[in-house]
């Protein structure tokens, strides 16, 4: 079983709107989180990080939920340039446990 | 922002052939440095996390023969595809993390390392 999963999509949305998808993670014994994005045949890039009280950074917010090891990620207002795959991420110490990857294409 | 660089940014080679690849932090120095692959479509898999100065800590299922890493330095690593093989094509991300002891990893730009 993989450590982080995540649905592959694509999810495809218009700009200016919503959209919100998530992952889950196996290892209870993770204790930091974040989603990275990445774009095509580059790097990943740290997008935010995820607390469990929730948190906002300008059009994205994040949730974590720890009983259910459930992390989510919700982009409002959506632009082109977010089109992009979001990793999701679980750590332990210094290990990062990487998701495949959800697919987000802002079509205009 | 703290920046690493990766050489060369693409490699192409013959099958058998050694390949090394080359991680660097330009304006911090990283007591330790981390080596990913990325097949197409799937998770990065941490390989392997080298501490300057100490042998790397190779995950399971990868060879610390096949895949040489060398930490020479605070802001050096290497890492060495020996004996290359069409399986071993892949994009390949190094990581490090400052001495400071932050959380965070800064990557790389990756390198694309295709075997013909």
């Known amino acids: 079983r993989k450590e982080v999963e995540q649905d592959p999509g694509p999810f495809n949305v218009p700009e200016g709107a919503t959209v919100a998808f998530n992952c889950t993670y196996s290892?209870?014994?993770?204790?930091?989180f974040f989603w990275y994005r990445q774009d095509c045949r580059k790097e990943p890039k740290l997008l935010m990080s995820v607390y469990s009280s929730g948190n906002e950074d300008g059009r994205f917010t994040a949730q974590l939920n720890r009983a259910s090891q459930y992390i989510s990620l919700l982009i409002r207002d959506s632009k082109l340039s977010d089109s992009a795959t979001y990793l999701c991420?679980?750590?332990?110490?210094?290990?990062?446990?990487f998701g495949a990857g959800t697919t987000v294409t802002v079509r205009a | 922002g703290a920046v690493v660089s990766q050489h060369p940014s693409r490699v192409i080679c013959k099958s058998g052939t050694s390949v090394k690849i080359e991680c660097r932090s330009l304006d911090f120095q990283a007591t330790t440095m981390f080596w990913y692959r990325q097949f197409p479509k799937q998770s990065l898999m941490l390989m392997a996390t080298?501490?300057?100065?100490?042998?790397?800590?190779?995950e399971q299922g990868v060879e610390k023969d096949k895949f040489l890493i060398n930490h020479a330095s605070l802001t050096l690593s290497t890492l060495t595809v020996t004996s290359a093989h069409p399986e071993d094509s892949s994009f390949y991300i190094c990581?490090?993390?400052?001495?400071?002891?932050?959380?965070?990893?800064?990557f790389g730009p990756g390198t694309r390392l295709l075997v013909l």
């Open positions: 991420v679980a750590s332990e110490g210094y290990k990062l446990s």
């Open positions: 290892n209870s014994a993770s204790q930091s």
């Open positions: 080298s501490n300057e100065g100490s042998k790397a800590t190779y």
């Open positions: 990581s490090a993390r400052p001495v400071a002891g932050q959380e965070t990893q800064y």
